[in-house]
């Protein structure tokens, strides 16, 4: 076997590893261990612990170039577990960082460059997303919400919202479980007209401008429309991405600091004031369980230092009568093999073997209903994982916010607040040139 000659890695990526000391690593195999990665199927010989080593010895080229730090979904579990508290997932997102954009796999940077040209992902125009808006809310407000509109470019709202393109452009009816809460609440809130995706590609391609500007928009936004407080994104990625970028700009900038309240936070905060209502027969008959995101727990403890485990099972115990937790959980779980971006990634198959200990997770749970607070989970879930493991994926997927609309009791608006809404939405359309007897 050739001796292997260690090689001297350029000043930049030097001095960017420098700040974990790859020395400290004992080779314990402890990353490697408790990482879904390992044994993939067309990975063989690679995993956590040889690219740390790889990289030590400066062989940053063949790590680049591989796709290891593309199906590595950024779980954290071997940064949790580290001994020596190495940072392994920013280190394998700066490798994502230094690949050429123009070699990027799948969609994920062109999404990038539709949002940094468009303001979202799939580079929905501007006319299409605000009629959509409006036409899909006058549809709720016949259904079951009189008076409903959604509000945009509301100035003085308390809550800022961001859709995610992927249910603007296709998973509209996905939209209504906020929007019923919304109403229940009587939320004084709004979405914005420009730069409303939720979703940070950026964060998934180790572009770090796109992260930040990102962040800065929404940082702009809350100014602009002197809004109290935003709504941090649903998708693991995208509330961690931002919290990423709103940090950097808030460093450089001390007033670019804005308010912002988790998903978790706002539903618990609704329900413990008793401003919605809600009715556990509903979800009779059924045992749900709890899928802890790694972006939002585990991630978000260990870079910020407060991870959400507690609050999501007190809101779901809320809704439902029958609740069991998954195995392990907590800052234990697995990743459901969606996150880094492997959902939109051309990596289905290590993403469905990625996700091969969630899928025996819920089946030994007994569960019949899986809740999840990230959109990227809910595909994985619902959709990915079924395919892969269709002898055993028998269970629902439902999002937290989704569970809390389906148990709302509805209170019925005054037929004066019913009355000043729908002038409030007539003024509102007019204003932003909506014509819903419009055919699109």
């Known amino acids: 076997m050739e001796a292997l000659t260690p090689r001297k890695l350029r000043d930049d990526v030097r001095q960017y590893l420098n700040q974990f000391d790859l020395n400290l690593c004992l080779t ?28 030590a010895m400066g062989l940053l080229e063949e790590v680049v170039d591989s796709k290891f730090p593309w199906v590595c979904t950024g779980c954290g ?3 949790h577990a580290c001994p020596m508290g190495i940072d392994i997932v920013a280190i394998l997102g700066h490798m994502k960082h230094l690949r050429p954009r123009d070699q990027v796999p799948g969609i994920v940077h062109k999404g990038v460059e539709n949002v940094l040209a468009t303001g979202n992902n799939m580079a929905i125009p501007k006319e299409d997303y605000l009629f959509l808006m409006a036409d899909l809310g006058a549809e709720l407000a016949e259904e079951e919400c009189p008076g409903f509109y959604v509000p945009v470019d509301k100035p003085g709202a308390d809550i800022l919202f961001f859709p995610n393109s992927k249910e603007v452009f296709a998973d509209n009816e996905d939209m209504k479980w906020w929007w019923k809460i919304f109403y229940a609440a009587r939320e004084n809130w709004t979405i914005p007209s420009e730069n409303w995706e939720a979703v940070d590609w950026g964060l998934f391609t180790g572009n770090y401008e796109a992260t930040k500007i990102l962040a800065k928009r929404k940082i702009d936004l809350m100014k602009q429309l002197g809004i109290k407080r935003m709504i941090m994104p649903d998708c693991g990625g995208g509330s961690y991405g931002c919290r990423k970028g709103m940090k950097v700009c808030s460093l450089e900038d001390p007033t670019n600091r804005v308010d912002y309240i988790y998903l978790y936070d706002y539903l618990k905060e609704i329900i413990e004031t008793g ?4 009715d556990k027969t509903r979800n009779a008959g059924k045992v749900f369980t709890w899928h802890d995101s790694c972006k939002h727990g585990r991630e978000l403890e260990r870079n910020f230092g407060k991870g959400y485990y507690e609050e999501p099972r007190w809101i779901i115990q809320q809704c439902v009568d029958q609740f069991v937790d998954m195995e392990p959980n907590r800052s234990g779980n697995y990743c459901c093999g969606a996150g880094g971006g492997m959902w939109p990634l051309p990596f289905e198959e290590e993403s469905a073997y990625h996700g091969r200990h969630k899928v025996r997770q819920i089946k030994n749970s ?18 990915r994982l079924p395919k892969f493991y269709p002898e055993d994926c028998h269970y629902e997927v439902k999002y937290i916010w989704e569970l809390v609309a389906d148990t709302l009791v509805l209170e019925p608006w005054s037929d004066e607040e019913v009355a000043r809404a729908e002038e409030e939405a007539k003024a509102q359309w007019e204003r932003l040139g909506v014509d819903l007897d419009m055919e699109y």
């Open 28 to 55: 314990c195999g402890t990353c490697s261990n408790g990482c879904p990665i390992t044994g993939t199927p067309g990975l063989e010989g690679w995993d956590t612990r040889k690219v740390i080593r790889m990289l």
């Open 77 to 79: 579990r071997c940064a």
């Open 275 to 278: 401003r919605i209502r809600l």
């Open 366 to 383: 007994g569960a019949h209903v899986v809740v999840v607070g990230c959109s990227n989970c809910h595909d994985q879930m619902m959709k």
